[in-house]
């Protein structure tokens, strides 16, 4: 089973950025990832998706615009870089991976249902 540990998160102002880290002891080169957040009293939400191999990016209408999802395969992590961060961001954020062989997220959309293996989150707070 694959493991995966996300960092980065934190308290952050209004306006401010903010990098998260999804890291794993193997390769995550041939899995699309997703980024999920979770706020108090709320549903889990999908939010980021890389393709295996960069093939493509998808991104929830909320953070559009203001969060960059991208990868580096030789170091096993996947990053969500968020700028411009709002009091309603405030959220546990997870990774996860689809651990079919190259997977896409023109397949796994933002469903959480198609991500398998789930890191245990990385709480970012952003006060109003």
């Known amino acids: 089973q694959l493991q995966l540990v996300e960092s980065g998160g934190g308290l952050v102002q209004p306006g401010r950025s903010l990098r998260l880290s999804c890291t794993a002891s193997?390769?995550?080169?041939?899995?699309?990832i997703g980024w999920f957040r979770q706020a108090p009293g709320k549903e889990r939400e999908g939010i980021s998706c890389?393709?295996?191999?960069?093939?493509?990016?998808e991104y929830a209408e909320t953070v559009k615009g203001r969060f960059t999802i991208s990868r580096d395969d030789a170091e096993n992590t996947v990053y969500l870089r968020m700028t411009n961060l709002k009091p309603e961001d405030t959220a546990v954020y997870y990774c996860?991976?689809?651990?079919?062989?190259?997977?896409?997220?023109?397949?796994?959309?933002?469903?959480?249902?198609?991500?398998?293996?789930w890191g245990r989150g990385t709480q970012v707070t952003v006060p109003s």
């Open positions: 193997v390769t995550l080169e041939y899995y699309a």
């Open positions: 996860a991976a689809n651990l079919a062989w190259l997977s896409s997220c023109s397949d796994t959309g933002l469903r959480e249902r198609e991500f398998s293996s």
């Open positions: 890389i393709s295996s191999r960069s093939g493509g990016k």
